[in-house]
């Protein structure tokens, strides 16, 4: 049940929006809206989404947010959050990433999906995901919250899009039927040093149950993942702070490797 009106998610959208835009924090607005709940929260990030569609950006995927059980105890929530990813928001391999556009940046691991079929929730599970991949592949999203001091909670997070802002995507794709991507290893470095190491199972232990919770939350607001929907599953790895002058490489076993710059 929403507690709050049209008129105040819209002001919120573009308040949130503006502040993604301008790269300018803000506080989180939880401390205004008390109140707000996540039916709120996500109404704003959809309204966020609609405004960029109106202006013709073009929404080209899905990524999933707080997807490991750590994270979810840590924030006190129940299930992951969502976001949807904007055309300007990818990035080739190699990119020099402008920090001037970002407010704190920090980088984090994932596993991509790719579909073929599309997964209308409710009750999808994994061998519904398997069934509808048509390949995966290394994807390295940049978080920034645009929360003053990284200080926010779910609810806040969620309407800010769930922190999204840029991916880059690289290395090799693969055919499901080929990887375990539950025992798929990730190595990040950090200006040539090892900062963080996990496997594909840090995610829901299987990144393929990210992508069938993302379906199911849709189902809940009548939305599907359409066949072709490029899905980020969630962080394999911490979130590394990254600034101006740093260098981030991604190993990924079987599947290459993504580097980026931060200028």
């Known amino acids: 049940m929403s507690t709050l009106s049209p008129e105040i998610i819209t002001q919120l959208a573009e308040h949130l929006e503006n502040a993604e835009l301008q790269a300018e924090d803000v506080t989180k607005i939880t401390d205004d809206y008390p ?27 899905m990524k999933m947010g707080l997807t490991s ?67 995966v592949l290394p994807a390295v999203e940049i978080i920034d919250s645009r929360y003053r001091d990284f200080k926010f909670d779910i609810k806040s997070v969620v309407a800010d899009n769930s922190s ?38 840090a995610v829901l232990g299987d990144p393929a149950a990210s992508v069938a919770m993302l379906a199911n939350m849709l189902g809940e607001r009548g939305e599907e993942l359409p066949a072709g929907t490029f899905v980020m599953t969630g962080g394999v790895t911490a979130a590394v702070a990254v600034e101006a002058g740093d260098n981030i490489t991604v190993r990924y076993h079987d599947m290459g490797s993504i580097n980026m710059r931060f200028v």
């Open 35 to 61: 109140d707000m709940d996540f039916e709120d929260a996500y109404d704003i990030q959809w309204e966020i989404r609609r405004l960029k569609e109106a202006r013709g950006t073009k929404i080209v995927g």
């Open 69 to 135: 059980w750590a994270k979810m105890a840590q924030m006190g929530v129940k299930e992951p959050c969502y976001g949807f990813l904007a055309d300007y928001f990818s990035c080739p391999d190699g990119a020099a990433i402008k920090t001037s556009e970002l407010i704190h940046p920090k980088v984090e691991a994932e596993i991509a999906f790719v579909t073929n079929k599309p997964l209308q929730g409710p009750g999808i599970h994994v061998a519904d995901v398997i069934a509808a991949t048509d390949f």
């Open 164 to 201: 999204s802002s840029r991916f880059v995507t690289g290395g090799h794709s693969r055919p499901l039927d080929h990887m375990d991507l539950r025992t798929c290893g990730v190595v990040m470095e950090k200006n040539g040093e090892i900062v963080e190491m996990a496997t594909g199972a």
